[in-house]
């Protein structure tokens, strides 16, 4: 592995990629720490470490949230946005015929979609500042609306600062600014681990057995990351002229994962959501009792949870994938599945095909989602900052890096990370 870095750094344009990145990382951990003006971070601190959603998302944020930087609020609204711009892409025709229409249509729906993340950051922004009035300094009307706008020119800031990791570096910009915000959180995990080692409150052997389970699920993350179902698909030949095309053998990759963390995102959100209101009414009898039987960690709040996930795992791959039109592609270039007629055979051939592997893939995300759980039960180490959840990003967001800067190597003859 250090040997194919040593290549990746002797290749020009891959080394100012590479620096680019970095470059571009380190302001956005510069700026989790400017703290956005008028704003009492240690009261705002005390709220986040006394709540699980705070600590979601400050988890996200890589600490932006904990200290209410200027990235308080991360990339959510920009991913909140992609996620809305790509249902409605399938429910409304305008903006699925601009779909189609190659990379021009896609420039305009990446427009859409900055119009949107504005317009989300700053509904969310208002609510964050009103809802946390009580770290404010001075909760006045102008007062609401400096943090607000402040916020939104952080979340505005940061989706450029994806883009031009995108377009001038190497990987998907917005999933590493999420990638180093998990991954800073690192340090302060391990000493705090050092702590309770220290004080006694767990011993060597709860370590041991954390790193074991850690290993074991990236290991899992890796092999369902990784996992296909390939359908063959069969290319009849075509004689134009003096020239035969076709005839060749290729397959369809299903991933077993093809929804990746986007339905936890979803059910996360859905059922934190109504805890964070019942939080906001301490002495309720009402709210209590939804505590105690919904709230994080419960038998009810785990059952639902994985629940969602599955349905949510089937909902968003339907979404991303339609068989009929993978079908009529295959048919209108003069392919067919062996043994599989061309047209709607076909498509219900791949829909039932694609149930059985997402079916695996949302038992695997609902796995993953729950298993702090009964990692805290095993291990019994509070505070496990990094679940499954952040591990199922971590390895993702790696990976993917990863295949592309192998592609780099591969293009100039160099060795790559894969063997």
Do not use: C
């Not at 190497?170 to 180093?180: Q, Y």
């Amino acid at each position: 592995m250090l040997a194919t870095l040593q290549s990746a750094w002797k290749v020009d344009e891959l080394r100012r990629k590479l620096l680019f990145t970095l470059g571009m990382l380190f302001i956005f951990r510069l700026g989790a720490h400017i703290p956005v003006p008028g704003v009492n971070t240690q009261v705002f601190a005390d709220l986040v470490a006394s709540n699980t959603l705070f600590g979601f998302f400050d988890v996200i944020s890589g600490g932006s949230f904990k200290n209410f930087s200027v990235f308080a609020m991360s990339i959510t609204p920009y991913i909140n946005a992609s996620i809305i711009m790509q249902l409605l892409t399938v429910v409304l025709p305008s903006l699925e015929r601009l779909a189609k229409e190659g990379e021009e249509g896609r420039k305009k729906i990446t427009q859409y979609t900055r119009y949107l993340t504005v317009v989300l950051a700053f509904i969310q922004a208002i609510g964050t500042s009103v809802a946390l009035r009580q770290a404010l300094v001075k909760p006045t009307v102008w007062h609401y609306l400096l943090v607000a706008l402040t916020l939104t020119a952080g979340t505005a800031f940061l989706m450029w600062l994806g883009e031009q990791i995108t377009e001038k570096g190497i990987g998907n910009g917005i999933s590493l600014l999420i990638f180093a915000g998990i991954v800073s959180r690192v340090p302060a995990a391990l000493y705090r681990l050092v702590e309770y080692l220290q004080a006694g409150t767990v011993n060597i052997l709860s370590v041991l057995l954390l790193v074991i389970i850690a290993a074991v699920v990236i290991a899992g993350i890796v092999a369902v990351q990784e996992g296909q179902r390939r359908i063959p698909v069969q290319y009849a030949k075509r004689v134009v002229g003096r020239r035969v095309y076709g005839g060749q053998s290729t397959h369809i990759p299903l991933k077993v994962n093809q929804a990746g963390v986007i339905p936890v995102i979803f059910a996360s959100s859905i059922l934190l959501f109504p805890e964070q209101i019942a939080r906001f009414f301490p002495g309720s009898k009402l709210a209590n009792w939804y505590l105690a039987a919904f709230g994080w960690g419960t038998f009810l709040h785990t059952l639902i949870y994985a629940l969602l996930i599955i349905g949510f795992t089937y909902f968003y791959t339907a979404v991303i994938m339609n068989p009929v039109d993978i079908a009529d592609n295959i048919k209108k270039y003069g392919g067919f599945i062996p043994g599989i007629r061309p047209g709607r055979p076909t498509a219900e051939y791949i829909s039932r095909v694609m149930s059985r592997v997402t079916l695996a893939g949302a038992l695997f995300l609902a796995l993953i989602a729950i298993l702090p759980n009964f990692v805290l039960l095993a291990t019994r180490i509070p505070n496990i900052y990094f679940g499954g959840t952040a591990l199922l990003i971590v390895v993702g967001v790696a990976l993917d890096t990863m295949k592309q800067i192998e592609s780099h190597l591969l293009m100039r003859s160099y060795q790559g990370f894969i063997k």
